[in-house]
T-cell receptor
Framework: EDQVTQSPEALRLQEGESSSLNCSYT??????LFWYRQDPGKGPEFLFT???AGEEKEKERLKATLTKKESFLHITAPKPEDSATYLC???????????FGSGTQLTVLP | NAGVTQTPKFQVLKTGQSMTLQCAQD?????MYWYRQDPGMGLRLIYY???????DKGEVPNGYNVSRLNKREFSLRLESAAPSQTSVYFC???????????FGSGTRLTVV
């Protein structure tokens, strides 16, 4: 059975305090892994797709990395506007669809 | 603006009532999806349509039906609503699987 676990469930950071979010997965036949950002009351917004172990992608203060068993979303010197829930979603598995994690709720305090 | 449009944004139903959630995209995407999001459980796939004219069950299809009306529109129907269907429903579309999905802004449904 395809499984995705994100940790921590919630994270509070001071502005400028760097940290990492984790996404551990067990998905057969992984074809890619997606990261999304979700603001309260809105739909998820696409951030990155990673396709193979060792791949990295960056966007502003965010950098996503991928290994064979997990993905990390590194946040460097975060700002309050980075506050959101971050979702990871491996793509593949028995249904060949996205399997979403339950997310990490990030709060960045000024 | 191009994107995915969902209607209604909010709905309250009584147990046993029926309703249809509407979704339309104007990006010429091939595949469309319906998800539900519940606290602590992430997004779960209800039904999807890989292309116009096809639909398939996802992880949690019971109590729902879908119609891919044309390439733009994908509707989700609750025939007899139950309190367990209280959730936020998201529609999404993608041109093909390895691109990022575009999500609508959601429908918040409460069944009392």
């Amino acid at each position: 059975e395809d499984q995705v676990t994100q940790s921590p469930e919630a994270l509070r950071l001071q502005e400028g305090e760097s940290s990492s979010l984790n996404c551990s997965y067990t998905v057969s036949g992984l074809r890619g892994l997606f990261w999304y950002r979700q603001d309260p009351g809105k739909g998820p917004e696409f951030l990155f797709t990673l396709y193979s172990a060792g791949e990295e992608k960056e966007k502003e203060r965010l950098k996503a990395t991928l290994t064979k068993k997990e993905s990390f979303l590194h946040i460097t010197a975060p700002k309050p506007e980075d506050s959101a829930t971050y979702l990871c979603a491996p793509w593949g598995g028995s249904a060949r669809q996205l399997t979403f994690g339950s997310g990490t709720q990030l709060t960045v305090l000024p | 603006n191009a994107g995915v449009t969902q209607t209604p944004k909010f709905q309250v139903l009584k147990t046993g009532q029926s309703m249809t959630l509407q979704c339309a995209q104007d990006m010429n995407h091939n595949s469309m999806y319906w998800y539900r999001q519940d606290p602590g459980m992430g997004l779960r796939l209800i039904y999807y349509s890989a292309s116009e004219g096809t639909t398939d069950k996802g992880e949690v299809p019971n109590g729902y039906n879908v119609s891919r009306l044309n390439k733009r529109e994908f509707s989700l129907r609750l025939e007899s609503a139950a309190p367990s269907q209280t959730s936020v429903y998201f529609c999404a579309s993608v041109i093909q699987g390895d691109y990022g999905y575009t999500f609508g802004s959601g429908t918040r449904l409460t069944v009392v």
